[in-house]
């Protein structure tokens, strides 16, 4: 699966950068295109890459794209590319609809659908007792 989506890479510019963790990061430059997807800006970042707010032009929509921090181990890429082939079979209120997976420049991302709000951080800061409530249940025993 890697093999083709790495024949689907395109020649948009973007920046290499490093996010000082010693963790390689992609930074689309400005006006930058990811596959056919016109870079909006930085949503947020995580353990395995970042997420970015893109339009696409084809679907006239906006969507959030997850990219890959560096270019990623084969290990992870076939994990981001699983990832996303289990989202695209689900079909329920509370997931996220995966629009296409793709590469660019050795990068694996997902575009997906995008949703406003906040993040859960921000949520569970404002919920206090959610939270307590969700270490409970995650740690209680089985």
Known sequence: MTESLEARDDAATRTATSDGGGVPSV?????????????????????????????????????????????????????????????????????????EVGAHEGHVFVAMEFVEGTTLREWMDTHPAAELDAWQRAHAPR
């Not at 959030?64 to 209120?93: I, M, N, S, T, W």
């Open 27 to 99: 930074v689309p430059s400005a006006a930058a295109s990811i596959g056919r997807f016109a870079v909006l800006g930085p949503v947020g970042a995580g353990g395995m890459g970042q997420v970015f707010s893109a339009y696409d032009p084809q679907l006239d929509r906006r969507v959030a794209l997850k990219l890959l921090h560096g270019h990623g181990d084969p290990v992870e890429r076939a994990r981001l590319v699983r990832e996303a082939q289990a989202l695209a079979r689900l079909a329920h209120p509370n997931v996220v609809a995966v629009h």
